[in-house]
């Protein structure tokens, strides 16, 4: 095998392998049920590849981007973590409390069914692309993918090239969760639906925490060194 495939290949598996566990769809599935209450299934598939879509260009952005980004606004990564980790935490919380839940359902499921493509476009960005599938942390992760890219020309094509090909495979499986949730949901029945989806909520907010601790505690370490 080439040097130059190795290289292909390397940067093809990093980024679902670095990605997908921080992503977890398939314990996101069941919040992204719970928010989207009784939708009709062309309704929901249509949202699914929404937000499949959303995402794979939020962590193309973060990954060739995102660096320079931060650089210009002078914001670290640190800062990113902590509001980001915030944002999430809320997001689980809200779907911890019943009221909340029962509100999100009305608000959502109510209006979904009748959304035009530009509603529906709307929508499964905020929250459901950013920051319950995508968030913080995964950002975090694509970013530093980004400043791992070779800077030789050749070698920055081909990791590049490959990189943006992990990018589509991990959004093809963020797709295919969201698109079978249901299956899951008929899978479990409605009490195991409500425990998972439970569960799932309380690891989100526990996913927030650590996410702003991590921040802060890079934040503490950096001003011990001034």
């Not at 969201?178 to 989100?204: H, K, P, Q």
């Not at 925490?209 to 370490?221: D, H, K, L, N, R």
Request: net charge positive; aromatic share 10%.
């Amino acid at each position: 095998m080439s040097i130059a495939m190795i290289v292909f290949a390397k940067a093809l598996v990093l980024v679902p392998i670095t990605l997908l566990p921080i992503l977890n769809p398939i314990a996101v599935a069941p919040i992204f049920l719970a928010m989207t209450g009784p939708l009709e299934q062309t309704v929901a598939n249509r949202l699914a590849k929404r937000i499949a879509i959303n995402c794979f260009f939020l962590l193309l952005g973060a990954v060739f981007v995102g660096a320079h980004v931060l650089d210009f606004f002078g914001i670290s990564l640190p800062i990113v973590r902590v509001a980001g980790g915030i944002v999430v935490a809320m997001s689980g919380w809200r779907l911890l409390n019943d009221q909340g839940q029962d509100k999100l359902h009305t608000s959502v499921a109510a209006s979904a069914n009748t959304w035009t493509r530009d509603q529906l476009r709307q929508h499964s960005f905020y929250p459901f692309s950013f920051p319950l599938t995508v968030g913080p942390g995964t950002i975090a992760a694509s970013i530093t993918i980004g400043t791992q890219l070779p800077a030789k020309p050749v070698d920055w094509l081909i990791t590049s090239f490959a990189s943006a090909l992990g990018v589509l495979l991990t959004s093809l499986v963020i797709y295919l969760c969201y698109r079978y949730a249901r299956n899951l949901e008929r899978f479990l029945g409605n009490v195991g639906t409500t425990v998972l989806m439970r569960l799932s909520a309380f690891i989100l907010l526990c996913i927030g925490v650590e996410i702003g601790w991590t921040g802060m505690s890079a934040m503490i370490e950096d001003l011990k060194f001034r």
